[in-house]
Nanobody, 130 residues
């Protein structure tokens, strides 16, 4: 059983930055290095939306248009951790942010649909004040 734990959320002023972390843990020896990883977010009263994803090799990424140029997803397989660097934050970025791993190992594509991911974390709140 894989568990993902997000951290790094908080309250920040518009224009500020935060770095979210998603640490994976599981059975002894389990590693996320064969899996694409994704970040999603959910604002109150809205659906969970795709934010960013990275393939298992770490050489291909995909971003929602709303965060392109401001957010960067990266991974450190040695630490079993995925990051989301968020710069130039806007009040519209306020949401609970979730990470998840893909359902199928070693995919050549970068998954972007929520249905393609599993093992969701508990989420971390990001609040951007104007």
């Amino acid at each position: 059983q894989v568990q993902l734990a997000e951290s790094g959320g908080g309250l920040v002023q518009a224009g500020g930055s935060l770095r979210l972390s998603c640490e994976a843990s599981g059975a002894s020896g389990w590693t996320l290095k064969w899996h694409a990883m994704g970040w999603f977010r959910q604002a109150p009263g809205k659906d969970r939306d795709f934010v960013a994803a990275i393939n298992w090799r770490g050489d291909n990424t995909y971003y929602a248009d709303s965060v392109k140029g401001r957010f960067t997803i990266s991974r450190d397989n040695a630490k079993n951790t995925v990051y989301l660097q968020m710069n130039s934050l806007e009040p519209e970025d306020t949401a609970v942010y979730y990470c998840a791993k893909d359902r199928v190992e070693l995919q050549t594509k970068v998954p972007v649909m929520a249905s393609e991911f599993t093992s969701w974390g508990q989420g971390t709140q990001v609040t951007v004040s104007s």
